[in-house]
């Protein structure tokens, strides 16, 4: 990967540039970070033309390695005010690698109405006026550019939220069934739609298998890698069948299934919202329990989830997504979940965001509990719509709770908080309180060691090791997150040694490098050290590393646990 | 004494979601296993009372044990 494609939309022009050395050893969320800290000033309007957006394949897509499809966007995010990175699979990630592209950044602000579509190629960016799919759901949206360039094409495109500058809304890229993935997290959609891009279409054309410095040792160490993903019993068979969802039961058996808008712990009908409800409506309506998201996933941790009837409702059906729904929002029906899931694809909306959002409305009386038909109805007649309510609620949980004087609002710099409470589950408080993200259970997956007895155990109800477990995993999911793998290779990295040896292979036999894992951790903690600088020039400053009043006032059933870690411990997250 | 052993995932097949069960005084969580067939090194988690324990731990009344083969998600 030799070059970068730099787009202006102010002049709607378009360079192609050759990799800064500096930039040269660097992938995924290590490039868009360091492109966004170089070129974006910290203190600019997210919506202006001061913002860009980076989207980056990790440094080993492209290749053969297995569950290298991922890639990362960057840019300064409307809803936290911090850097953000987001990652998806899809098929884009691979095109772009092997079509030589090191990174997109689209900069800059066209003064017209006008939308517009990049057309990205081998040679360059062509940039032409958008119109037909203006308004359209992403899935449409998906429908058209195939038909309009081939079913190969990538596609990156916005639905309805995206085009209204949303802070919910995300970016969503196209799957191997042309159904959607998504840049979630943190309102990049908003940023894409601040720039009228309404997709970027990735023309496969003249892309080649990407030159390996030594291509023996490079298949080798995938052998090693996938072996080891197949030996996990979670990577190799867990995920597979009962997808992510499989934690409803396991985290409301802990106590850390927020509730009812984070109230209490467990939720009474968790056994309908779980992983092993889901696997059996799957079975018996004949969709499919394990799905890949991008292509040489062996994981599969993805689904095709049908309704009674044997029809197609909805795919990629995430824990995170049941859970909000399910449990914080009280809808105990799995099936207008899905149908809600599907919904939120097509307006291109976080499915985290969202429903925690909604949760947030029922509980300003917004909505009654629990009433999926009325969040249908608000999600398509005035999310999609816009209308004063839909952007209201567009807005995002932090928006709605202050538009209605509540103190129960769960989020941490302005952004959701995920499916795990931090009090019964203190090492994920640290990692929502402390990651340059705002609140993201992906930035340390602390669930692991304090639940799942993934990489050892540490009593998730204390404080003591939490503030060196999720420095530790914080650092290495930056590595991961720049080398395009899918972060659940985590579960046997963390288990089995072998695992992140064959990464590190990978990396030397791609590149001709003699790294080390020492290597691979300073990379992971140089990532956390520029998103920390630049939060700091944001204004995110130490005061902004906590969490919520509310964790601290409020105890949570059943285990009456609150939060109570001392911020003065909390901040020597940052001493490494 | 009766004690409620709740199953997940994999180790729901061919058992049951969740049974009341009469046993002996001083009876551990690796006896429960035993008696389940399942294979500890197929265990992920165990709690008790929404705690994670150890296969030695001792039953008392009314205690409700969740059995999880390894699994994860995220």
């Avoid at chain 1, 890949?292 to 029809?311: E, F, L, M, T």
Wanted: charged fraction near 20%.
């Amino acid at each position: 990967m030799h070059k970068i494609y730099r787009v202006n939309m102010t002049d709607l022009s378009v360079k192609v540039e050759p990799v800064p050395a500096e930039w040269a050893g660097l992938g995924g969320r290590a490039l868009t970070s360091t492109i966004v800290a170089a070129e974006v000033p910290p203190t600019c309007h997210p919506l202006g033309p001061n913002n860009k957006l980076v989207f980056a394949p990790g440094l080993l897509s492209g290749t053969a390695a297995s569950n290298a499809g991922r890639f990362s966007c960057g840019a300064k995010s409307p809803l936290t005010g911090g850097i953000k990175e987001s990652s998806a699979g899809g098929t884009s990630s691979r095109i772009i690698a092997r079509l030589g592209i090191k990174a997109i950044i689209v900069e800059g602000q066209p003064a017209g109405d006008a939308w517009y579509a990049l057309v990205v190629g081998k040679d360059g960016v062509e940039i032409r006026e958008e119109t037909e799919t203006l308004g359209l759901g992403t899935f449409a949206t998906v429908e058209k550019i195939n038909a309009r360039h081939g079913e190969d094409f990538g596609v990156i495109t916005l639905g309805p939220a995206g085009e209204h500058m949303m802070a919910i809304s995300n970016i969503s890229v196209k799957d191997p069934e042309s159904k959607i993935r998504s840049f979630g997290r943190g309102g990049l959609g908003a940023v894409m739609g601040s720039k009228r891009v309404k997709l970027l279409a990735i023309d496969p054309t003249g892309g080649a298998p990407l030159a390996l410095a030594d291509p023996a040792k490079f298949k080798e160490a995938n052998r090693t890698f996938t072996k080891t993903l197949a030996d996990h019993p979670v990577s190799g068979q867990g995920l597979k069948k009962y997808g992510t969802a499989v934690l409803v039961n396991v985290i409301n058996e802990a106590g850390g299934l927020p509730t009812k808008n984070f109230t209490t712990g467990q939720c009474d009908h968790h056994d309908q919202i779980s992983g092993e409800q889901m696997y059996d409506n799957i079975v018996a309506r004949e969709g499919e329990p394990s799905h890949p998201c991008s292509p040489a996933c062996q994981i599969q941790c993805s689904q095709v989830y049908n309704d009674k009837d044997g029809k197609y409702l909805t795919s990629g059906f995430e824990y995170e997504t049941i859970w909000a729904l399910g449990a914080d929002g009280m809808i105990k029906d799995l099936d207008v979940i899905a149908e809600i899931d599907n919904v939120m694809d097509d307006l291109g909306v976080d499915s985290i965001e969202t429903p925690v959002m909604f949760a947030v409305a029922m509980e300003a009386g917004l909505l009654p509990w629990g009433d999926g038909a009325r969040m249908l109805q608000l999600l398509r007649e005035d999310i999609a719509k816009a209308t004063p309510l839909g952007r209201l609620l567009g807005g995002g949980t932090g928006h709605v709770g202050r538009a209605y004087g509540l103190t129960r609002i769960p989020v941490v710099k302005n952004q959701a908080i995920p499916a795990y409470d931090p009090r019964p589950i203190k090492g994920i408080g640290v990692t929502y309180a402390t990651t340059t993200m705002g609140a993201d259970h992906t930035a340390g997956y602390a669930i692991a060691t304090n639940i799942l007895n993934v990489g050892g155990k540490v009593d998730p109800l204390k404080n003591d090791g939490q503030v060196e477990l999720s420095r530790n995993l914080q650092i290495a999911t930056a590595a991961v997150d720049s080398t395009g793998l899918c972060l659940f290779i985590a579960f046997p990295a963390l288990d089995i040694p072998a695992c992140l040896g064959s990464v590190v292979e990978m990396l030397n036999a791609r590149y001709g490098l003699a790294l080390t894992g020492d290597d691979v951790v300073a990379l992971g903690k140089n990532v956390l050290k520029i998103e920390h600088a630049f939060n700091l020039a944001a204004g995110l400053g130490p005061e902004t590393d906590r969490l919520p009043e509310f964790f601290e006032l409020e105890s949570i059933a059943p285990h009456d646990a609150k939060w109570d870690m001392d911020q003065k411990e909390l901040a020597t997250f940052w001493n490494f | 004494m009766l004690i409620t052993i709740k199953l997940f995932a994999t180790f729901r097949q061919d058992r049951f979601r969740v049974a009341e069960r009469d046993v002996a005084e001083g009876t551990t969580v690796a006896d429960v296993l035993r008696a389940l067939d399942i294979d500890e090194p197929e265990v992920g988690m165990l709690f008790v009372r929404g705690r994670h324990v150890e296969t030695d731990r001792v039953l008392v009344e009314g205690d409700a044990l969740a059995i999880f083969p390894l699994v994860g998600g995220g």
